[in-house]
């Protein structure tokens, strides 16, 4: 199932900088998106989301950006923190066409390292 | 912010052996999934659960898994002969309305290995 793919396994910046992490998608249904943040031991914690109607949706150093025609979302982090380092899944929705009964479609993720 | 609970952190069991995983969603939430991770690789949805009944279903969901709320705070996830492929982590997630445009809360998750 390669339906959300997050091709780069791991970034790699510096104290200050921006982080950007992508994402793609195949099926045209999805009209939902969202970032988890994912620390070891713990479990996947929302960060931000975009709808398909929306082609950027901000929060604080954290902004989602889509391309529709693309398929293709990216998040970026700015400025990145040593305490953002974690695993960054994108996971999309709706491809049910209404009521997805919560059912996601995640990335592999995307192990962020922030350095100091 | 209230959260989502897992017991156990760990479970581990021989093949063939029937587990149980708990979860206590967040109290005012209506719909509740279990996902999982095996090892290396994405996580993936099994099942979704709203009004004491499965509202979706995946394929990995087979008739080996069960899902139930046994009272108003629970909700469990049986295997009832397991097998080595069903060792990954799991994880319980809740949510209030069941929508397309909504967050999923996850637990902590259940690391079970099966030997």
């Known amino acids: 199932d390669q339906q959300v793919k997050q091709n780069s396994p791991s970034l790699s910046v510096q104290e200050g900088r921006i982080s950007i992490l992508n994402c793609d998608y195949t099926n045209s249904m999805f009209d939902y998106f969202l970032w988890y943040k994912k620390y070891p031991a713990e479990g996947p914690t929302f960060l931000i989301s975009?709808?398909?109607?929306?082609d950027k949706n901000e929060d604080g150093r954290f902004t989602v950006f889509l391309n529709k025609s693309a398929k293709h979302l990216s998040l970026h982090i700015v400025p990145s923190q040593p305490g953002d380092s974690a695993v960054y899944f994108c996971a999309a929705s709706g491809e049910t066409g209404g009521t997805s009964y919560g059912k996601l479609t995640f990335g592999q993720g995307t192990i962020l390292t922030v350095h100091p | 912010e209230p959260e989502v609970t897992q017991t156990p952190s760990h479970q581990v069991t021989q093949m063939g052996q029937e587990v149980i995983l708990r979860c206590v969603p967040i109290?005012?939430?209506?719909?509740f999934y279990w996902y999982r991770q095996i090892l290396g690789q994405k996580v993936e949805f099994l099942v979704s659960?709203?009004?004491?009944?499965?509202?979706?279903k995946s394929e990995i969901f087979d008739d080996q898994f069960s899902v139930e709320r046994p009272d108003g705070s629970n909700f469990t996830l049986k295997i009832r002969s397991t097998k080595l492929e069903d060792s990954a982590m799991y994880f319980c997630?809740?949510?209030?309305?069941?929508?397309?445009?909504?967050?999923?809360?996850f637990g902590s998750g259940t690391q079970l290995s099966v030997l």
């Open positions: 109290s005012n939430h209506l719909y």
């Open positions: 659960f709203y009004n004491n009944e499965i509202s979706e």
């Open positions: 997630a809740s949510s209030a309305f069941g929508l397309s445009n909504e967050k999923l809360f």
């Open positions: 975009i709808s398909s109607i929306k």
